[in-house]
């Protein structure tokens, strides 16, 4: 890939080094994962952001930063100007997936981003802003906890990672909000938290921060539907 070489090395792990999520070796070193997982964080901005907005707010806000993102990332991998410019400023950050010159693959801001207007566009707000949240908090928690306790395999990842991402996203499902706040409302969002859970374990190659939050989306779709199809889930606006 153009511009690869300016990449640093610093953060990566060597294959097989310990401080893993399940049975897939960091790539990155746990310092630099803290530091990734810090700006990760920021991006809560957006289900709180949303939450207070209106749809049509929230795509106008969304719709231009995520193009940036999307250019500026997609381009890196061509030109070698941008190449040299991400590299020197964000190389040290990014794991070696995202640093492939032949998939070409997105970097993780950049998913997080485009998922954030798929969900906004297709879900309603009370369970995009939850699944949102989950992907954020559930992700952060769950990579912190399976790469540095991590030691017995969940599929790709690690058990203690698994269980970390279900617990906080039963959190979040807890402090969400709700259309009417009854108990059926409550037994949805863990639902989703408990389907989450699952497919960040198993997440390869499509990124999770993808899978995650259309995931928990669709499965409390499909369940208010079935459990609550009188609750106007479009309520909130």
Not at 85 to 104: A, C, I, M, P, T
Not at 188 to 200: R, S
Request: hydrophobic residues 50%; charged residues 15%; contains cysteine.
């Amino acid at each position: 890939m153009s511009g690869l070489s300016a990449a640093p090395a610093a953060g990566r792990s060597p294959e097989g080094t310990p401080g893993m999520s399940g049975n897939q070796p960091a790539t990155i070193d746990y310092r630099f994962e803290l530091i990734r997982k810090s700006i990760h964080l920021c991006s809560l901005s957006i289900p709180i952001i949303y939450f207070l907005v209106p749809k049509s707010q929230a795509l106008w806000m969304l719709a231009p930063v995520t193009a940036a993102f999307l250019i500026i990332d997609i381009t890196r991998h061509y030109l070698k100007p941008v190449s040299r410019w991400f590299y020197s400023w964000f190389g040290w950050l990014l794991r070696r997936h995202e640093q492939d010159g032949v998939r070409k693959r997105l970097n993780g801001a950049t998913y997080v981003l485009v998922s954030a207007m798929i969900c906004v566009l297709a879900f309603p707000k009370v369970i995009t802003v939850t699944a949102f949240a989950v992907l954020i908090i559930s992700d952060t928690t769950s990579a912190l906890i399976g790469r540095k306790f991590g030691k017995r395999p969940f599929f790709k990842k690690s058990l203690e990672g698994s269980v970390a991402f279900f617990v906080s996203a039963v959190l979040v499902v807890l402090v969400s909000p709700k259309i009417h706040y009854e108990g059926m409302e409550y037994f949805i969002g863990i639902l989703g938290a408990g389907v989450g859970a699952i497919v960040e374990s198993i997440s390869g190659k499509i990124d999770d921060n993808l899978t995650i939050p259309i995931s928990i989306g669709l499965v409390m779709w499909g369940c208010y539907a079935l459990f609550l199809p009188g609750v106007n889930v479009y309520s909130l606006g």
